[in-house]
């Protein structure tokens, strides 16, 4: 049969270790989740700002395209006459009809010419070709503010696309981090449960003489780090609380103290390994 005290110190390193290792294989998977997840951030901030950034060029786009829609009647007769008035009524327009028909009458009176034909036709013909020639200009400049609009949008578009896609992938890691942490706990608590039962915390203890060993009722586990699902089911004479719970590598459901509430009434029951506590039930 083993020593008592090496299976005591054996059994109490290999519950430790396994404990650090599913820690540990948490705190990776956090550390790894949480990178992920700044990133994440990151990629919606950069696309935020240059959603802000564009907004002003996309949202000019629309109204000039809506303009051009107008010049051309596709936008019904009524918005057609509204978008030609608002060039006539222009100042810009109002200006260039006066000093062009000024000029004609200028140079007609010149030549004596005002009662002809001619200068009645060149004034006939210089409005409706000036209002063409304004038609064509504003039609030009609104089409550069469309042609803008389109690109900014196009920007945006593209990069929303490289944003769904980088985050899609940071969630996919993020995922796989997360999942890995738990594959590496179960894979650590499972090592705790494969363990024989005395490393679990059970001593050997040696009989009369010391020929014999067998199994005692000794040192365990108690430490309330090592269980959940706490509820407490009576109280000691000595004050002492009585626990259901369950150790968080499994086993089912326990019965006992806990070892931080022990320690304040028998410190001489309560010993550390590892870190964690322990209580030699024998003494209390």
């Keep these: 049969m083993p020593d008592p005290v090496t299976a005591l110190v054996v059994g109490g390193t290999q519950v430790v270790g396994g404990m650090m290792q599913a820690d540990a294989a948490e705190d990776a998977a956090n550390i790894q989740a949480g990178a992920a997840g700044q990133g994440i951030a990151e990629q919606r901030r950069q ?6 950034l564009l907004k002003p060029y996309t949202e000019a786009g629309v109204p000039a395209l809506e303009q051009q829609q107008a010049f051309l009647g596709l936008r019904g007769p009524e918005e057609e006459q509204a978008a030609i008035d608002r060039i006539t009524s222009g100042a ?3 200006e260039s009809l006066r000093q062009g028909e000024e000029a ?4 007609a009176s010149a030549t004596g010419g005002l009662r002809g034909g001619n200068i009645q036709g060149a004034l006939a013909q210089f409005r409706p070709a000036l209002l063409n020639q304004a038609l064509e200009q504003q039609y030009s400049r609104l089409g550069g503010m469309t042609t803008l609009g389109q690109r900014s949008a196009a920007g945006v578009g593209a990069a929303g696309m490289e944003t769904g896609t980088n985050v899609a992938n ?8 997360l999942a890995g942490g738990e594959l ?8 705790i449960l494969n363990m024989p039962a005395q ?4 001593q050997y203890g040696a009989g009369r003489g010391g020929s014999t060993a067998t199994p005692g009722f000794g040192n365990l586990f108690s430490d309330r780090r090592l ?3 706490i509820k407490q089911i009576s109280t000691r004479p000595d004050g002492l609380n009585v626990y259901e719970f369950d150790y968080i590598w499994g086993g089912g459901r326990q019965v006992g103290l806990m070892a931080q509430e022990v320690q304040t009434i028998y410190p001489g029951a309560v010993s550390e390994s590892g870190g964690y506590l322990m209580v030699d039930y024998s003494k209390v």
């Design 47 to 52: 696309f935020d700002a240059l959603q802000a």
């Design 92 to 94: 810009g327009f109002q």
């Design 104 to 107: 004609l009458l200028q140079r």
């Design 170 to 177: 940071l969630l996919s890691q993020q995922g796989a981090a």
């Design 184 to 191: 590496g706990q179960a894979k650590a608590y499972g090592q």
């Design 199 to 202: 490393f679990l915390g059970m």
């Design 227 to 229: 269980k959940k699902n």
